[in-house]
């Protein structure tokens, strides 16, 4: 083994040990949707350590800057590294079991490695990029709120006032390094069907069943358009009775889409007209609300950091692979301001209390950032 291998084992070793570290006290503390305080406490702390400044804005969501190096370089556009640090119920403190490489959960909650692990990844490569003495670009790292809830600390941020107009946002997605070129639009949609309630066992006129309703609705489904749309409904709430003919229902569904703007409204139409209709031919009614999360986008090939991000990924021997995707991340809404894109984290089975992560993949993330960072143009 060359010296330069060597140094590169080592390195690398040092990564793993610091994203374990990481991962490790990360998941020591709560942290879900809309009670991230202590895991944003924790992160101050780890960034404080590190000499770096940090606020929080309105949202909840933590930023700092790092001073790009040499000081010469401070002047440039900073890159944004994302993650976010809320997790899904119930997102408890607990210690992670580790064997053979693999993080699970105790078993009590769920791993919270979504995303954890994204976290971790940032924290790792900032103090390796310190540790080594490493050229590098300002960076700008965003630790985000509610992301499992609707993207909400993401909305609520814009990167133009730190001049940010590009990066990287490290979350699950699928298997650890792939990264997502195109996302779906997610629409989540709430159904309303009145009917008129009455008592089996007595006259059944003027009665109707709102489950009925919901029975006969011709409403889109499942998988469609060659798999370009997915159409759920995961909730139905209806009846308070086993003897009263239900009155009223509501459901809870999901439109995951690659459809354009139109082919988006063409969707909703289709489903609200599919329960509406069905109310009224059986002689109730129904509403139906539509709330977008998150628009669908693409990822130029020909885009800077998605070039030298591959650069990076090709160098260290691995395999550059793209991926479409219907899960929604914080680059949904970050699209918006810059062009930012997601690299897996390779977080399974997540939001179960059967999640895993296997750990020498996050290692292996933080040292092809590391290099991208270190190689990045001054001016593109």
Same mark, same amino acid.
């Given at each position: 083994?060359?010296?330069?291998?060597?140094?590169?084992?080592?390195?690398?070793?040092?990564?793993?040990?610091?994203?374990?570290?990481?991962?490790?006290?990360?998941?020591?503390?709560?942290?879900?949707?809309?009670?991230?305080?202590?895991?944003?406490?924790?992160?101050?702390?780890?960034?404080?350590?590190?000499?770096?400044?940090?606020?929080?804005?309105?949202?909840?969501?933590?930023?700092?800057?790092?001073?790009?190096?040499?000081?010469?370089?401070?002047?440039?556009?900073?890159?944004?590294?994302?993650?976010?640090?809320?997790?899904?119920?119930?997102?408890?403190?607990?210690?992670?079991?580790?064997?053979?490489?693999?993080?699970?959960?105790? #078993?009590?909650?769920?791993?919270? +490695?979504?995303? *954890?692990?994204? /976290?971790? &990844?940032?924290? =790792? !490569?900032?103090? %390796?990029?310190?540790?080594?003495?490493?050229?590098?670009?300002?960076?700008?790292?965003?630790?985000?709120?509610?992301?499992?809830?609707?993207?909400?600390?993401?909305?609520?941020?814009?990167?133009?006032?730190?001049?940010?107009?590009? #990066?990287?946002?490290?979350?699950? +997605?699928?298997? *650890?390094?792939? /990264?997502? &070129?195109?996302? =779906? !639009?997610?629409? %989540?949609?709430?159904?309303?069907?009145?009917?008129?309630?009455?008592?089996?066992?007595?006259?059944?006129?003027?009665?109707?069943?709102?489950?009925?309703?919901?029975?006969?609705?011709?409403?889109?489904?499942?998988?469609?358009?060659?798999?370009?749309?997915?159409?759920?409904?995961?909730?139905?709430?209806?009846?308070?009775?086993?003897? =009263?003919?239900?009155?009223?229902?509501?459901?809870?569904?999901?439109?995951?889409?690659?459809?354009?703007?139109?082919?988006?409204?063409?969707?909703?139409?289709?489903?609200?007209?599919?329960?509406?209709?069905?109310?009224?031919?059986?002689?109730?009614?129904?509403?139906?609300?539509?709330?977008?999360?998150?628009?669908?986008?693409?990822?130029?090939?020909?885009?800077?950091?998605?070039?030298?991000?591959?650069?990076?990924?090709?160098?260290?021997?691995?395999?550059?692979?793209?991926?479409?995707?219907?899960?929604?991340?914080?680059?949904?809404?970050?699209?918006?301001?810059?062009?930012?894109?997601?690299?897996?984290?390779?977080?399974?089975?997540?939001?179960?209390?059967?999640?895993?992560?296997?750990?020498?993949?996050?290692?292996?993330?933080?040292?092809?950032?590391?290099?991208?960072?270190?190689?990045?143009?001054?001016?593109?």
């Amino acid at each position: 083994m060359s010296v330069s291998e060597r140094d590169e084992t080592t390195q690398t070793t040092q990564s793993l040990e610091r994203v374990t570290t990481t991962l490790r006290e990360l998941l020591a503390v709560p942290s879900v949707s809309g009670a991230e305080g202590a895991a944003r406490e924790y992160l101050s702390g780890r960034l404080a350590a590190l000499g770096l400044v940090t606020q929080t804005d309105a949202a909840g969501n933590l930023m700092a800057r790092v001073a790009g190096f040499p000081s010469e370089r401070d002047d440039e556009a900073p890159l944004l590294l994302n993650a976010h640090i809320d997790r899904v119920p119930p997102g408890l403190a607990h210690t992670p079991r580790i064997a053979d490489g693999v993080m699970r959960s105790d #078993g009590t909650t769920n791993l919270g +490695a979504d995303d *954890a692990a994204g /976290v971790a &990844i940032i924290l =790792a !490569t900032v103090e %390796a990029l310190r540790e080594r003495q490493c050229a590098h670009p300002p960076l700008l790292l965003l630790f985000t709120v509610g992301e499992e809830v609707g993207l909400t600390g993401a909305k609520a941020f814009d990167p133009a006032p730190w001049g940010a107009v590009e #990066g990287i946002v490290f979350d699950n +997605a699928g298997e *650890a390094g792939e /990264v997502v &070129i195109r996302a =779906a !639009t997610y629409i %989540a949609f709430d159904v309303a069907i009145h009917g008129a309630s009455g008592h089996p066992g007595k006259r059944l006129d003027g009665t109707v069943s709102a489950i009925e309703i919901f029975r006969c609705a011709q409403y889109p489904s499942g998988s469609l358009d060659d798999d370009a749309t997915r159409i759920s409904i995961g909730r139905v709430e209806a009846g308070s009775a086993r003897n =009263a003919v239900p009155a009223e229902l509501r459901a809870l569904g999901e439109i995951r889409t690659l459809a354009d703007a139109a082919g988006r409204d063409a969707l909703m139409a289709r489903v609200a007209r599919g329960f509406t209709e069905a109310a009224e031919s059986l002689g109730g009614a129904a509403e139906v609300s539509f709330d977008p999360h998150c628009d669908a986008y693409v990822v130029g090939e020909d885009e800077p950091l998605l070039l030298a991000w591959r650069a990076a990924t090709e160098a260290r021997g691995a395999p550059f692979r793209t991926m479409t995707t219907f899960i929604g991340s914080d680059a949904s809404a970050l699209r918006a301001h810059a062009r930012v894109f997601t690299v897996s984290t390779g977080v399974m089975d997540e939001h179960t209390v059967d999640e895993w992560v296997p750990l020498p993949p996050l290692a292996e993330l933080v040292e092809t950032a590391v290099a991208l960072l270190a190689r990045y143009p001054r001016s593109r």
